[in-house]
């Protein structure tokens, strides 16, 4: 491996590089990591003409990655260390001999990807997408977003005299697509460390669903959440306002237990049952928003203190998203009714990695483990990594400077 990089070398006395002119300067050694181990090389390097920092052709035609890494190594390691803390994966890297990354190094790389992965991000995700395809069976797309709360380190959180507890809400969204039955075919994943008013995230999932309308005009829109106002808002305006709003049953549920508890006592059987009943209707039953309504309405009216408090909580909450609890009507038309894909999302992107025992993040480093996570699960980081290693090469061309001078006599 040591000699086939060598061959990446150039031993010219002139060079250029994206515009730019260099002279040999001097002959170096330098350590590279490849997938076999560590590698001692020497090579050329250059400095450009009029002065500056010197550069290496070598690892601009080997595409070494942050001057250290082979790029099948950096994405070994960039893989692992998504799936598992650096100690983790240095431990997993060990048992198949070659490189032995440090757990610096493991956690030093994933945020110099992501950082060139946010440069050029949106110009990346896009021409990710024009190497997809709405899948042929899909009748559905469903875009959905929800938060996640993420223990941030304390330098992220010391200006906020609110925050007690060193959390904030990271955001998730998912665009899914399902077939005619209503069975989940595919799904794209993001996720975003802690912004105001989710904004990137937002970004991402109308960029995703603009472009699947653009191949697919007539696949039916869903829009599903819990009914967080901010998240609503969105959606709403998603697509000049196309499509069914659902607002997520089992969001929807957890208010009428509220509401039964409220009635009969938290968690007696009185309440259970009471519950049980509104929760089937709610779901079952062609008029079972209007009849939840009017039982929510009617109790509240007979109720005082706490309890009526809480009744009529849930009673402006039912009203609020009356126009997207039609649960029976969706399940006839074979569409989700709950929100479980972005939540999932939440508890697979977020949860398992970033909430490990004794774990504090920083921003920078947590969007590097979330950007690396959503496109694996989005299958779509072989895409992704190859537009990341081509970002580290650059053509270098051996300028001739005896042609030079001959073309311009």
Known sequence: MSDDLVRHDVDAKYITVDGARYRRAIRAEQTYVGQAGRMRVERNLYQPVGGGPSICPLEFRAGIVEGTWTPRAARIMATMV??????????????????????????????????????QRLKWEETIRSQDRVPTEAAVIAVSLDGVHVPLKKEEVQHDPNNKNGYREASCGTVTYLDKEGKRISTVRFARMPETKKRTLKAQLEAEFNWAMEQRPNLTVVKIADGAPDNWEFLQELGDGCGVEILDFYHAAAHLKEAADAVYGADTQEARAFFQSWRSTLKEDPQGAEKILRAVRYRRDKAHGKARKTLTAALQYFRSMRNGMEYHAYQEACLPIGSGVVEAACKTLVNE?????????????????????????????????????????????????RQRRSLSA
């Open 353 to 401: 990695r970033l909430k490990q025992s004794g774990m504090r993040w920083t921003l920078r480093g947590g969007q590097a483990i979330l950007t690396l996570r959503s496109l694996l699960q989005s299958a779509r980081w072989g895409k992704a990594w190859d537009l990341l290693a081509r970002s580290y090469e650059s053509e270098v061309r051996v300028d001739d400077q």
């Open 82 to 119: 998504a799936e598992v803390p650096p100690s983790d994966a240095a431990s997993i890297i060990a048992e198949f001999g070659g490189m032995a990354p440090s757990s610096s190094s493991l956690d030093r790389l994933p945020k110099l990807l992501s950082e060139q992965w946010e440069e």
